[in-house]
């Protein structure tokens, strides 16, 4: 099956610790992006890369890292900076083919829990 | 982008169509109107955009009004799956090897009860 996948779909981490955050793509898409979502909120842009080994802050990137080593795969890095990391994270891509469209592709989310 | 003002919450009955408004009224020559939605705890997913002409696909209709300052997104047959935050947002759109952003406002809550 098609699809992005993030894991895993819950993750609790003590504060002060790095925790990475997994998000696989296997539909060939170009683009991919991470936003985070607060409860009762909209999203917000933290990281964005268009092709591999290329990316752009979004605007929330202070205390978040990204790499796009491989074009199936961009994991996000919840650092010990992000001063308040709890949330849900949410992972999407977007094909070539899609782009004059902004048609995102979105995974079915981490819920992230520092404690 | 242009800012989206949408209803916090709405209601529909199970099988009547629901009408979600959004106000775009500093909307831009070069910015669509694309609709997304969120059921509970999970990804958004898109269901419609459009510039100027009304829009249908197997999801929804978009009627967007002559001087683009708002639109409906119209579920012309409601069910209790459809329970979710609709998202209205506004942006340019991406070409050539700029890839579009969306900004993601807190959208409408839509409840279909039974």
């Known amino acids: 099956d098609g699809g992005i996948t993030q894991s895993p779909k819950y993750l609790f981490r003590k504060e002060g610790q790095n925790v990475t955050l997994s998000c696989e793509q296997n539909?060939?898409?170009?683009?991919m992006y991470w936003y985070r979502q607060d409860p009762g909120q909209g999203l917000r842009l933290i990281y964005y890369s268009q092709i591999v080994n290329d990316f752009q802050k979004g605007d929330i990137a202070e205390g978040y890292s990204v790499s796009r080593e491989k074009k199936e795969s961009f994991p996000l890095t919840v650092t010990s900076a992000q001063k308040n990391p709890t949330a849900f994270y949410l992972c999407?891509?977007?094909?070539?083919?899609?782009?004059?469209?902004?048609?995102?592709?979105f995974g079915p989310g981490t819920r992230l829990t520092v404690l | 982008d242009a800012k989206t003002t949408q209803p916090t919450s709405m209601d529909c009955a199970e099988g009547r169509a629901a009408n979600l408004p959004c106000n775009h009224s500093t909307i831009s020559g070069n910015e669509y109107v694309y609709w997304y939605r969120q059921i509970h705890s999970q990804g958004p997913q898109y269901i419609i955009h459009g510039l100027k002409n009304n829009e249908t696909n197997e999801m929804a209709s978009l009627i967007i009004t002559e001087d683009r300052k708002s639109s409906t997104l119209i579920l012309p047959h409601a069910t209790l799956r459809d329970t979710a935050v609709y998202y209205c947002i506004v942006s340019a759109n991406a070409g050539g090897t700029s890839y579009g952003k969306l900004t993601f406002g807190q959208g409408t809550i839509l409840t279909v009860h039974p």
């Open positions: 539909l060939n898409h170009d683009a």
């Open positions: 999407a891509s977007t094909p070539q083919g899609q782009v004059k469209r902004n048609e995102q592709f």
